[in-house]
């Protein structure tokens, strides 16, 4: 693919750490984006996963740098095909919270896909700092178009609200959509998502793929959700929540035999062992997904990023 005595930027004393402060600055928000952007141009061109390592981290940083080993495998004198991604018109949300790890959304418009009217695509990034001597880094991405982005709920100075990760008040605590998710994936239950391409439309998919002439392939899911790959949650004026959160998707490919597995030149790149008749790869999966209050309704998937983190043949 971006403090001691108490400030407007957030920076506070120990005992201050107890206090409810804005998690950033506007200046620096953008500034933080700015610095994203720079460092994901320059790893991207060069195919460098160590170009950008410093302001990537949890679901994020775990898809961009292996996507970027793979290609830097493939192809080792860098991108040919390098355009550099610009990120215009931030609309920066601001949290106020105690403590760190401190967090802000950033809702830019790319150069990654063309105009389309006010129903342009944006990319809703969430960057996250984990104590006062480090950077801020992007951990989560998902891109939606206007229309999808869930109304936050703000303060009348302009400041949002996180939401706690074990609130009851929402149908589903953030803390445990990982694990709801990845349940869901695997068997249908909990029914507590609406149908959409990430939910039914993606098990339905995967149904399929089950069982090919000469072929089959299971799929596990996982809770991701310890430390920067923890939920983060903002609180959304209905009631409910705009929540972000990992797991961890396992495919295991089985040949039948004297059937061969064609493997891609990028799986191959992140590839273990050696493919004879399985080869089981390992993705994470990232959610910005909108929580409705409890008893309301189900939970909204809106976006989901995915990327190839490694591969074992055997």
């Given at each position: 693919m971006t403090t001691l005595a108490l400030t407007a930027s957030g920076c506070v004393t120990v005992?201050?750490?107890?206090?409810?402060?804005?998690?950033?600055?506007?200046?620096?928000?953008?500034?933080?984006?700015?610095?994203?952007?720079?460092?994901?141009?320059?790893?991207?061109?060069?195919?460098?996963?160590?170009?950008?390592?410093?302001?990537?981290?949890?679901?994020?940083?775990?898809?961009?740098?292996?996507?970027?080993?793979?290609?830097?495998?493939?192809?080792?004198?860098g991108n040919p095909q390098h355009v550099p991604l610009e990120l215009s018109d931030p609309k920066i949300t601001i949290p106020k919270k105690a403590g760190w790890p401190r967090f802000f959304l950033a809702d830019v418009d790319s150069n990654r896909d063309r105009d389309q009217g006010s129903e342009d695509n944006r990319w809703v990034l969430i960057f996250v700092r984990n104590g006062p001597a480090e950077v801020w880094k992007a951990t989560y991405l998902t891109i939606l178009t206007p229309g999808r982005i869930p109304?936050?709920?703000?303060?009348?100075?302009?400041?949002?609200?996180?939401?706690?990760?074990?609130?009851?008040?929402?149908?589903?605590?953030?803390?445990?959509?990982?694990?709801?998710?990845?349940?869901?994936?695997?068997?249908?239950?909990?029914?507590?998502?609406?149908?959409?391409?990430?939910?039914?439309?993606?098990?339905?998919?995967?149904?399929?793929?089950?069982?090919?002439?000469?072929?089959?392939?299971?799929?596990?899911?996982?809770?991701?959700?310890?430390?920067?790959?923890?939920?983060?949650?903002?609180?959304?004026?209905?009631?409910?929540a705009l929540v972000f959160f990992t797991v961890r998707n396992y495919e295991r490919q089985t040949a039948a035999k004297g059937v061969r597995l064609k493997v891609h030149p990028d799986v191959k790149a992140l590839l273990t062992g050696e493919v004879k008749q399985t080869i089981t790869k390992e993705r994470v999966s990232s959610q910005a997904v909108a929580v409705p209050a409890s008893g309301v309704g189900k939970v909204d998937v809106l976006g989901r990023l995915t990327g190839l983190t490694s591969a074992k043949g055997s």
């Open positions: 005992h201050g750490e107890r206090e409810i402060v804005p998690s950033v600055t506007k200046a620096e928000a953008v500034e933080a984006v700015k610095q994203f952007t720079a460092a994901y141009n320059a790893a991207d061109k060069a195919y460098d996963p160590a170009l950008d390592a410093g302001r990537v981290t949890g679901a994020l940083g775990a898809i961009n740098q292996a996507g970027l080993k793979a290609r830097s495998v493939n192809y080792p004198d109304e936050l709920k703000t303060d009348q100075d302009g400041y949002a609200e996180p939401v706690a990760v074990d609130s009851g008040e929402l149908a589903v605590a953030p803390r445990d959509l990982s694990g709801d998710y990845s349940s869901y994936m695997q068997s249908g239950q909990p029914d507590n998502f609406k149908d959409g391409p990430h939910t039914s439309d993606w098990r339905a998919s995967r149904q399929k793929e089950e069982n090919l002439p000469g072929l089959s392939t299971q799929y596990i899911d996982q809770p991701l959700e310890s430390g920067d790959f923890a939920p983060l949650a903002l609180a959304t004026r209905d009631g409910g």
